[in-house]
């Protein structure tokens, strides 16, 4: 099947910087739209940031001007350059794939197993 390992999250002070990294594996034919979603606790997980096989992207309102996805799709790679990080942004953040697997017709969504970002105030 298909395998996505999340790296980078870790503990920062407001206004710092971190770069999330997922790279995907298994018996993948294409990938397209590959995202970042985040779940603070009590909360629902919501999309961050996604990005096309192209390079066309999307950012939720809170996160624009601040943070940047882009992707490698050679190596099957997405990532996600978080600046001036706040409090808010606290969360597991988990990525997101849309994988057209080697002998299947439809693409199918895979998630990692979620990386944590803790921003102190």
């Known amino acids: 099947q298909v395998q996505l390992v999340e790296s980078g999250g870790d503990l920062v002070q407001t206004g710092g910087s971190l770069r999330l990294s997922c790279a995907a594996s298994?018996?993948?034919?294409?990938?397209?739209?590959m995202a970042w979603y985040r779940q603070a606790p009590g909360k629902q997980r919501e999309l961050v940031a996604a990005?096309?096989?192209?390079?066309?992207?999307n950012y939720a309102d809170s996160v624009k001007g601040r943070f940047t996805i882009s992707r490698d799709n050679v190596n099957n790679t997405v990532y996600l350059q978080m600046n001036s990080l706040k409090p808010e942004d606290t969360a597991v953040y988990y990525c997101?794939?849309?994988?057209?697997?080697?002998?299947?017709?439809?693409?199918?969504?895979?998630w990692g197993q979620g990386t944590q970002v803790t921003v102190s105030s």
């Open positions: 997101n794939a849309a994988v057209l697997t080697i002998g299947r017709l439809y693409e199918y969504p895979y």
């Open positions: 298994g018996s993948i034919f294409r990938i397209n739209t």
């Open positions: 990005i096309t096989r192209g390079g066309s992207t």
